[in-house]
Protein backbone atom coordinates (compact mmCIF):
# COMPACT_ATOMS: atom_id res chain seq x y z
CA UNK A 1 0.00 0.00 0.00
CA UNK A 2 1.20 3.73 -0.71
CA UNK A 3 -0.19 6.18 1.07
CA UNK A 4 -0.51 9.38 -0.24
CA UNK A 5 -1.23 12.06 2.82
CA UNK A 6 -1.80 15.17 0.39
CA UNK A 7 -4.48 12.98 -0.98
CA UNK A 8 -5.56 11.34 1.97
CA UNK A 9 -5.55 8.38 0.04
CA UNK A 10 -3.85 4.41 0.19
CA UNK A 11 -3.11 2.99 -2.88
CA UNK A 12 -2.47 -0.75 -3.83
CA UNK A 13 0.24 -1.00 -6.69
CA UNK A 14 -1.88 -1.26 -10.19
CA UNK A 15 -4.36 1.74 -8.81
CA UNK A 16 -0.93 3.90 -7.91
CA UNK A 17 0.00 3.31 -11.33
CA UNK A 18 -3.19 4.22 -12.82
CA UNK A 19 -3.38 7.32 -10.65
CA UNK A 20 -0.20 8.61 -11.30
CA UNK A 21 -0.68 8.14 -15.22
CA UNK A 22 -3.59 9.52 -14.90
CA UNK A 23 -2.47 12.58 -13.05
CA UNK A 24 0.33 13.26 -16.18
CA UNK A 25 -2.92 13.02 -18.48
CA UNK A 26 -4.25 15.66 -16.48
CA UNK A 27 -1.89 17.90 -16.97
CA UNK A 28 -1.49 17.41 -20.38
CA UNK A 29 -5.09 18.25 -20.96
CA UNK A 30 -5.63 21.48 -18.63
CA UNK A 31 -2.39 23.13 -20.36
CA UNK A 32 -2.83 21.54 -23.99
CA UNK A 33 0.77 20.70 -23.71
CA UNK A 34 0.33 18.44 -26.55
CA UNK A 35 -1.90 15.84 -28.32
CA UNK A 36 -0.97 12.50 -29.74
CA UNK A 37 -0.52 13.04 -33.40
CA UNK A 38 2.66 15.44 -32.58
CA UNK A 39 5.98 13.56 -32.11
CA UNK A 40 7.35 14.85 -28.14
CA UNK A 41 11.29 15.27 -27.53
CA UNK A 42 11.44 13.81 -23.98
CA UNK A 43 14.78 15.91 -22.14
CA UNK A 44 16.21 12.32 -20.28
CA UNK A 45 18.47 12.60 -17.67
CA UNK A 46 18.78 9.11 -16.62
CA UNK A 47 17.29 9.94 -13.32
CA UNK A 48 13.39 9.00 -11.89
CA UNK A 49 11.83 11.75 -13.21
CA UNK A 50 12.65 11.62 -16.59
CA UNK A 51 12.63 8.18 -17.47
CA UNK A 52 9.10 7.92 -15.39
CA UNK A 53 7.70 10.43 -17.58
CA UNK A 54 8.83 9.29 -20.97
CA UNK A 55 7.31 5.99 -19.79
CA UNK A 56 3.97 7.25 -19.06
CA UNK A 57 4.18 9.09 -22.30
CA UNK A 58 4.84 5.30 -24.29
CA UNK A 59 2.19 3.90 -22.29
CA UNK A 60 -0.46 5.89 -23.02
CA UNK A 61 0.58 5.98 -27.08
CA UNK A 62 2.31 9.24 -27.44
CA UNK A 63 4.91 9.76 -30.02
CA UNK A 64 8.26 10.37 -28.51
CA UNK A 65 11.46 10.19 -28.67
CA UNK A 66 14.36 10.76 -25.78
CA UNK A 67 17.07 13.14 -25.83
CA UNK A 68 20.37 13.33 -23.91
CA UNK A 69 22.60 16.09 -23.28
CA UNK A 70 25.75 14.22 -22.53
CA UNK A 71 27.16 16.99 -20.07
CA UNK A 72 31.14 14.92 -19.39
CA UNK A 73 30.83 14.96 -15.91
CA UNK A 74 33.14 11.84 -15.27
CA UNK A 75 31.67 8.20 -14.23
CA UNK A 76 28.48 10.17 -13.43
CA UNK A 77 27.81 11.03 -16.81
CA UNK A 78 28.70 7.63 -17.56
CA UNK A 79 26.21 5.91 -16.18
CA UNK A 80 22.97 8.40 -16.46
CA UNK A 81 23.76 7.78 -20.41
CA UNK A 82 23.70 4.21 -19.82
CA UNK A 83 20.82 4.05 -17.90
CA UNK A 84 18.85 6.48 -20.84
CA UNK A 85 19.97 3.98 -23.32
CA UNK A 86 19.57 0.54 -21.76
CA UNK A 87 15.46 2.29 -21.26
CA UNK A 88 15.44 3.15 -24.47
CA UNK A 89 16.63 -0.37 -25.99
CA UNK A 90 14.01 -2.25 -24.23
CA UNK A 91 11.55 -0.18 -25.39
CA UNK A 92 12.56 0.41 -29.13
CA UNK A 93 12.38 4.21 -29.12
CA UNK A 94 14.62 6.59 -30.36
CA UNK A 95 17.60 8.58 -28.41
CA UNK A 96 19.28 11.48 -29.56
CA UNK A 97 22.43 11.66 -27.11
CA UNK A 98 24.23 14.82 -27.91
CA UNK A 99 27.58 15.88 -26.07
CA UNK A 100 27.91 19.32 -24.54
CA UNK A 101 31.14 19.57 -24.93
CA UNK A 102 31.30 19.84 -28.78
CA UNK A 103 28.82 22.48 -28.73
CA UNK A 104 30.25 24.76 -25.78
CA UNK A 105 34.28 23.47 -26.34
CA UNK A 106 34.88 21.94 -23.10
CA UNK A 107 33.18 19.76 -20.76
CA UNK A 108 30.98 21.96 -18.66
CA UNK A 109 32.74 21.34 -15.64
CA UNK A 110 35.86 23.02 -16.85
CA UNK A 111 33.77 26.02 -18.20
CA UNK A 112 34.07 27.79 -14.36
CA UNK A 113 37.61 27.78 -14.89
CA UNK A 114 38.13 29.66 -18.03
CA UNK A 115 34.88 31.48 -17.39
CA UNK A 116 34.36 31.79 -13.64
CA UNK A 117 30.90 31.40 -14.63
CA UNK A 118 29.65 29.02 -12.15
CA UNK A 119 29.41 25.23 -13.64
CA UNK A 120 25.31 24.95 -12.89
CA UNK A 121 24.63 28.36 -14.72
CA UNK A 122 26.62 27.22 -17.29
CA UNK A 123 25.11 24.28 -17.55
CA UNK A 124 22.07 25.57 -17.31
CA UNK A 125 22.02 27.80 -20.15
CA UNK A 126 23.60 25.10 -22.36
CA UNK A 127 20.97 22.77 -21.35
CA UNK A 128 18.31 24.87 -22.21
CA UNK A 129 19.88 26.36 -25.91
CA UNK A 130 20.94 22.50 -26.92
CA UNK A 131 17.56 21.24 -26.23
CA UNK A 132 15.70 23.89 -28.08
CA UNK A 133 18.41 23.80 -30.90
CA UNK A 134 17.94 19.76 -31.04
CA UNK A 135 14.19 20.34 -30.85
CA UNK A 136 14.52 21.98 -34.49
CA UNK A 137 17.01 19.94 -35.70
CA UNK A 138 15.15 16.59 -35.43
CA UNK A 139 11.61 18.31 -36.21
CA UNK A 140 9.52 18.11 -32.53
CA UNK A 141 8.03 21.10 -31.74
CA UNK A 142 7.61 20.20 -28.12
CA UNK A 143 10.27 19.47 -25.24
CA UNK A 144 9.14 17.85 -22.58
CA UNK A 145 11.21 17.75 -18.99
CA UNK A 146 10.63 15.70 -15.86
CA UNK A 147 10.05 18.29 -13.12
CA UNK A 148 7.69 17.17 -10.39
CA UNK A 149 6.24 19.44 -8.15
CA UNK A 150 8.52 19.50 -5.52
CA UNK A 151 10.94 20.97 -8.32
CA UNK A 152 8.14 23.38 -9.18
CA UNK A 153 7.43 24.70 -5.72
CA UNK A 154 10.92 24.87 -4.64
CA UNK A 155 11.54 27.16 -7.77
CA UNK A 156 8.92 29.12 -7.05
CA UNK A 157 9.94 29.71 -3.88
CA UNK A 158 13.19 30.66 -4.84
CA UNK A 159 11.92 33.03 -7.09
CA UNK A 160 9.46 34.72 -4.44
CA UNK A 161 12.33 35.06 -1.62
CA UNK A 162 13.86 37.73 -4.27
CA UNK A 163 11.10 38.46 -5.77
CA UNK A 164 12.31 37.58 -9.05
CA UNK A 165 9.23 39.08 -11.22
CA UNK A 166 10.52 37.84 -14.39
CA UNK A 167 10.87 34.82 -13.27
CA UNK A 168 7.53 34.61 -11.65
CA UNK A 169 5.94 35.20 -14.71
CA UNK A 170 7.70 32.68 -16.79
CA UNK A 171 7.07 29.72 -14.29
CA UNK A 172 4.50 27.40 -16.21
CA UNK A 173 4.06 23.83 -16.50
CA UNK A 174 3.52 25.05 -20.18
CA UNK A 175 5.39 27.91 -21.76
CA UNK A 176 4.52 28.36 -25.61
CA UNK A 177 6.67 28.88 -28.62
CA UNK A 178 6.62 32.73 -29.50
CA UNK A 179 8.69 32.07 -32.17
CA UNK A 180 9.13 30.20 -35.11
CA UNK A 181 12.78 28.87 -33.74
CA UNK A 182 11.34 28.07 -30.38
CA UNK A 183 9.98 24.65 -29.10
CA UNK A 184 7.25 24.52 -26.42
CA UNK A 185 8.46 23.38 -23.15
CA UNK A 186 6.02 21.66 -20.80
CA UNK A 187 6.02 19.79 -17.38
CA UNK A 188 3.71 17.17 -17.46
CA UNK A 189 4.88 15.58 -13.80
CA UNK A 190 4.08 19.22 -12.71
CA UNK A 191 1.55 17.34 -10.13
CA UNK A 192 3.28 14.76 -8.57
CA UNK A 193 5.80 15.00 -5.96
CA UNK A 194 9.22 13.64 -5.93
CA UNK A 195 7.88 10.49 -3.62
CA UNK A 196 4.78 9.47 -6.04
CA UNK A 197 7.71 9.71 -8.97
CA UNK A 198 9.69 7.38 -6.68
CA UNK A 199 7.33 5.55 -6.35
CA UNK A 200 6.21 5.41 -9.66
CA UNK A 201 9.86 4.00 -10.95
CA UNK A 202 9.96 1.69 -8.14
CA UNK A 203 6.42 -0.36 -9.25
CA UNK A 204 7.46 0.00 -12.73
CA UNK A 205 11.16 -1.41 -12.45
CA UNK A 206 12.80 1.77 -14.14
CA UNK A 207 16.14 1.08 -13.78
CA UNK A 208 17.42 4.86 -13.06
CA UNK A 209 20.89 6.46 -11.15
CA UNK A 210 19.98 7.65 -8.23
CA UNK A 211 22.99 9.68 -7.08
CA UNK A 212 22.39 13.49 -7.73
CA UNK A 213 25.42 15.36 -10.25
CA UNK A 214 28.08 15.91 -7.68
CA UNK A 215 28.06 19.25 -8.53
CA UNK A 216 24.44 19.83 -6.85
CA UNK A 217 25.78 19.16 -3.37
CA UNK A 218 25.31 22.96 -1.59
CA UNK A 219 22.59 24.03 -4.43
CA UNK A 220 20.66 26.66 -3.14
CA UNK A 221 17.46 24.64 -4.85
CA UNK A 222 18.16 21.79 -2.40
CA UNK A 223 17.98 23.53 0.85
CA UNK A 224 14.55 25.70 -0.18
CA UNK A 225 13.39 21.65 -1.17
CA UNK A 226 14.00 20.93 2.17
CA UNK A 227 12.43 23.90 3.82
CA UNK A 228 9.34 23.21 1.75
CA UNK A 229 9.70 18.85 3.22
CA UNK A 230 9.63 19.97 6.21
CA UNK A 231 6.79 22.02 6.09
CA UNK A 232 4.93 18.84 4.23
CA UNK A 233 5.46 17.18 7.04
CA UNK A 234 3.33 18.86 9.31
CA UNK A 235 0.91 20.54 6.95
CA UNK A 236 -0.06 17.48 3.95
CA UNK A 237 -0.69 19.22 0.85
CA UNK A 238 1.40 22.54 1.59
CA UNK A 239 3.79 22.11 -1.68
CA UNK A 240 1.15 21.29 -3.75
CA UNK A 241 -1.53 24.36 -2.48
CA UNK A 242 2.04 26.97 -2.81
CA UNK A 243 2.60 26.07 -6.31
CA UNK A 244 -1.54 25.35 -7.38
CA UNK A 245 -2.40 28.83 -5.67
CA UNK A 246 0.33 30.74 -7.06
CA UNK A 247 -0.54 29.33 -10.84
CA UNK A 248 -3.99 30.12 -10.42
CA UNK A 249 -4.53 33.48 -8.72
CA UNK A 250 -0.92 35.82 -8.88
CA UNK A 251 0.60 34.15 -12.14
CA UNK A 252 -1.34 35.79 -14.76
CA UNK A 253 -0.80 39.12 -13.37
CA UNK A 254 3.16 38.87 -13.79
CA UNK A 255 2.30 37.36 -17.13
CA UNK A 256 0.91 40.94 -18.26
CA UNK A 257 3.40 42.44 -16.92
CA UNK A 258 6.37 40.63 -18.83
CA UNK A 259 6.78 41.55 -22.83
CA UNK A 260 9.94 40.65 -24.69
CA UNK A 261 11.27 41.32 -28.55
CA UNK A 262 12.80 38.19 -29.88
CA UNK A 263 15.31 38.57 -32.47
CA UNK A 264 17.48 35.74 -34.54
CA UNK A 265 21.52 35.65 -33.01
CA UNK A 266 23.75 36.69 -35.77
CA UNK A 267 25.90 34.10 -35.33
CA UNK A 268 23.92 30.63 -35.16
CA UNK A 269 20.39 31.87 -35.25
CA UNK A 270 18.38 30.58 -32.66
CA UNK A 271 16.14 32.93 -30.70
CA UNK A 272 17.86 35.70 -28.64
CA UNK A 273 17.14 39.18 -27.44
CA UNK A 274 20.20 40.62 -28.52
CA UNK A 275 22.38 40.64 -31.37
CA UNK A 276 24.26 38.09 -30.22
CA UNK A 277 22.47 35.26 -27.71
CA UNK A 278 24.02 34.02 -24.38
CA UNK A 279 25.03 30.28 -25.39
CA UNK A 280 27.24 31.96 -28.16
CA UNK A 281 28.67 34.27 -25.92
CA UNK A 282 29.92 31.36 -23.87
CA UNK A 283 31.07 29.42 -26.45
CA UNK A 284 33.49 32.42 -27.33
CA UNK A 285 34.29 32.88 -24.18
CA UNK A 286 35.43 29.10 -23.71
CA UNK A 287 37.35 29.10 -27.04
CA UNK A 288 38.98 32.48 -26.67
CA UNK A 289 40.12 31.76 -23.12
CA UNK A 290 40.99 27.85 -23.34
CA UNK A 291 42.19 28.38 -27.03
CA UNK A 292 39.72 26.06 -27.96
CA UNK A 293 41.05 22.54 -26.70
CA UNK A 294 38.13 20.77 -27.54
CA UNK A 295 35.78 18.55 -26.22
CA UNK A 296 35.05 15.86 -23.74
CA UNK A 297 32.55 13.72 -21.78
CA UNK A 298 29.37 14.23 -20.01
CA UNK A 299 25.69 13.02 -17.54
CA UNK A 300 23.43 14.96 -16.23
CA UNK A 301 20.13 15.29 -13.80
CA UNK A 302 17.23 17.37 -13.97
CA UNK A 303 18.37 21.10 -13.05
CA UNK A 304 15.84 23.47 -11.36
CA UNK A 305 13.75 25.27 -14.17
CA UNK A 306 12.52 28.64 -13.54
CA UNK A 307 11.07 28.55 -17.60
CA UNK A 308 14.04 30.76 -18.57
CA UNK A 309 14.09 30.06 -22.28
CA UNK A 310 17.61 29.72 -24.63
CA UNK A 311 18.10 33.25 -24.55
CA UNK A 312 17.92 34.36 -20.86
CA UNK A 313 21.08 33.87 -18.34
CA UNK A 314 18.82 36.19 -15.59
S1 LIG B 1 23.82 20.06 -10.64
FE1 LIG B 1 22.47 20.15 -12.44
S2 LIG B 1 22.81 22.20 -13.30
FE2 LIG B 1 24.55 21.75 -11.94
S3 LIG B 1 26.10 20.84 -13.26
FE3 LIG B 1 24.93 19.16 -12.40
S4 LIG B 1 23.37 18.75 -13.94
FE4 LIG B 1 24.19 20.77 -14.37
Redesign the pocket.
Known sequence: MLELRRHNAAFCSPHFVEFFRRQVTEAIHAYRMFTRDEPILVAV?GGKDSLALWDVLIEEGYRTAGLYLD?G?FDYSQESKARCEAFAAARGEKLYVERVADAVGAP??EVQKVTRRP??SA??LS?RYLLNRAALEHGYGVVATGHNLDDEAATLFGSVMHWQTEALARQSPALGATHAKLARRVKPLYRLSELETAGYAFLRKIDYIVD?????RG?TSLAHKEVLNRLEEVSPGAKHNFLFGFLDKARPVFERAADVTLHECRVCGQVTTGELCAFCKLADQVKRRAGAKGAAPA???V?PDDGRRPWQTQ
Not at 212 to 216: K, N
Open positions: SLIIHTCCGKECPFAAGDHA
